[in-house]
T-cell receptor, first 112, second 113 residues
């Protein structure tokens, strides 16, 4: 199993541009999580899905952030428009029920 | 909100020594998990301890859980330079399908050669 796959690994974009982060969870996992990690705030849960349905999006900072999971093997996190304060490492993780979560390698986003 | 709180925030020890990190939480939990994060990488699961367990071992790792004190500790014995990383505890307090891990701020462990 290749694990959780995120793309791109690095993204540099200009303020105001749309950014789309992608995640392929581990096959068979029914939970998918999007996290953001910064030095100031640590690891923050943005949103999570169960069986492709968003369960809790209370961590999404504002309307500029949106996430979708059109099927069990793919999810996106979109930021539109992006701002410098969105610069962070974004992690996707998946799990099979309430057990250990498997993390992707993360996408390092820099908004200039 | 962050439920788990690790202490210390940072720990620096000599290779070969034991490292102990603690985690406190606020609500009842189903299980508590410890993860490691190497610089610039994703988090890696180390060990899960259920609420009805008190101690668990995995190689050089020993985890204890005291539900009466709402605390857990992670002990790494005979530390190695490769153990240098940040360590996070995460609690699962969800019910039914409302499952999510609530994370602490982490302990940064440095093993000096």
């Amino acid at each position: 199993d290749a694990g959780v796959i995120q793309s791109p690994r690095h993204e540099v974009t200009e303020m105001g541009q749309e950014v789309t982060l992608r995640c392929k969870p581990i096959s068979g996992h029914d939970y998918l999580f999007w996290y953001r990690q910064t030095m100031m705030r640590g690891l923050e849960l943005l949103i999570y899905f169960n069986n492709n349905v968003p369960i809790d999006d209370s961590g999404m900072p504002e309307d500029r952030f949106s996430a979708k999971m059109p099927n069990a093997s793919f999810s996106t996190l979109k930021i539109q428009p992006s701002e410098p304060r969105d610069s962070a490492v974004y992690f996707c993780a998946s799990s099979e029920g309430p057990r250990r979560a498997f993390f992707g390698q993360g996408t390092r986003l820099t908004v200039v | 909100s962050q439920q788990g709180e690790e202490d210390p925030q940072a720990l620096s020890i000599q290779e070969g020594e034991n490292a102990t990190m603690n985690c406190s939480y606020k609500t009842s939990i189903n299980n508590l998990q410890w993860y490691r994060q190497n610089s610039g990488r994703g988090l890696v699961h180390l060990i899960l301890i259920r609420s009805n367990e008190r101690e668990k071992h995995s190689g050089r790792l020993r985890v204890t859980l005291d539900t009466s004190k709402k605390s857990s500790s992670l002990l790494i014995t005979a530390s190695r330079a490769a153990d240098t990383a940040s360590y996070f505890c995460a609690t699962d307090a969800g019910m039914d399908s409302n499952y999510q891990l609530i994370w602490g701020a982490g302990t940064k462990l440095i093993i000096k050669p």
